[in-house]
């Protein structure tokens, strides 16, 4: 039914006076025959001015019958997790057959919101891109990727990790990362991701982009509003822009990609090792075969280093030693003021960035906020329905962004203990670096 203003009520009541029909009263003022009758009536009854203007709000679904709405709130108790969508197809399958008239899944969305029983969705929000341009000379952007799980025999469950300069093609560095004896125990970490790229920037130097997937090592793939990860950070802060493929295209890492197919034809497959450091052993050698005698198709069946020589020489020199004095925290407050992100706070008025709590206190608690970055005073600044509050960027450390390596790095003497494990193997790696030995 058409909204009625006074205006139009008066004209009903005046034009009903004169004695015109209805149906001729409705043509007139361009309203509908049942508006005119009503407000006819009730001018007669000298009611022209009772109740409000518009047609009665009586709340979403009050046109269908109690059942179907009593359906719904049984439903919607039993599943919280049911949606607006599902409610609707439940009540295609219960009414299966009969003639009876359903209300559609925007109408039961409304009486969701209206009854308060929608959810809370996160605003999302995006990490500042650095896009991938073309290159245009050696070790300016590398692809790394992991492989698949490979059962190694007699060495176990590995996982090989890979880098790739894109501009020459060439092979940087293969890493074969342990992930168990008989079965894959974890996923390749931020330590491990690391100790591999510590490898390969001592021997090569630091790039200026690193091209990866959506891995939750590299991206929080959980929040609809992301925060950097740690491997994320540490990689500004060395001055690396960090690049991300569009998810579920591993076309956009194309090249490494490939090169898992060359890795395992080349060193794993058929392969028997006596060891794990023989297994590492022979993918560095490989590697020298890879890059000096194997010849590219994309480089007209010249092997990568003898189409580009200059790619021996590292563009930005890296020493493990000196790591601490390379990391920028000013690069890291740069790149987070660039961004925003939004979270809906915990019952006692907490949230999260990244691995870190920040407490908001209880006038705080189920609300949905917004956080900025304040370079300057590092501090975030959260907003929400007139609420302000600001608080430092905790826990952001040069030995944070280090890891295991940031309690290392100033000890001048090490005892190194016996790698009965992969963390300790992993930190006796860290402590030989400096050296450029690798066990």
Known sequence: MKATSLQLRVAISESSRSGLSDRRIAELLKASVHTV???RRKAQRGEI?????GRPKRGALSSFPQEIVSLLERWRTGHPGWGAKTLRAE????????????????????WLKQTGRSQAYQKRSELPKAFRATTHYCHEEWELDARRYEQAPTVGVISLINVN???????????PCFLGEKRACRRPTTEDYQLFLRQAFLEWGLPDRLAVDHDSVFFD?????????RFHLWL??????????????PTDQGMTERSHQTWFHQVLEGQTFTSY??????CHQRRTFLNHCLPCATLGEEPPWVAFPEALTPRRLYRPEYESELLSLDRICAYLAKSSWFRLTSPVGTIKLGQTYYSLGPQWKRKETEL???PDQRLFICRSQGLEKRFPLKGLSVQFLMGEMGSLAHLKNVQLVLPLSWEEWRQTQFCLLPSGTTL
Do not use: C, E
């Not at 894109?166 to 940087?172: G, L, P, T």
């Not at 793939?221 to 990860?229: E, I, K, L, M, W």
């Not at 500004?236 to 295209?249: E, K, Q, S, Y």
């Open 165 to 175: 300069d894109v501009y020459s093609r060439a092979k940087i560095h293969s890493f």
């Open 221 to 229: 793939n959980r929040n609809a509003s992301p925060f950097p990860t």
């Open 236 to 249: 500004i802060a060395l001055g690396i822009d960090m690049t991300f493929g569009r998810p579920g295209r």
């Open 372 to 374: 900025i970055f304040d």
């Open 91 to 110: 009540l295609s399958q219960w009414f299966a057959g009969l003639p009876v008239s359903l209300p559609g899944q925007a109408s039961i969305g409304r």
């Open 277 to 282: 450091d023989r297994l590492v052993t022979a």
């Open 37 to 39: 009758r009503k407000w």
């Open 49 to 53: 001015l009772n109740g409000p203007l």
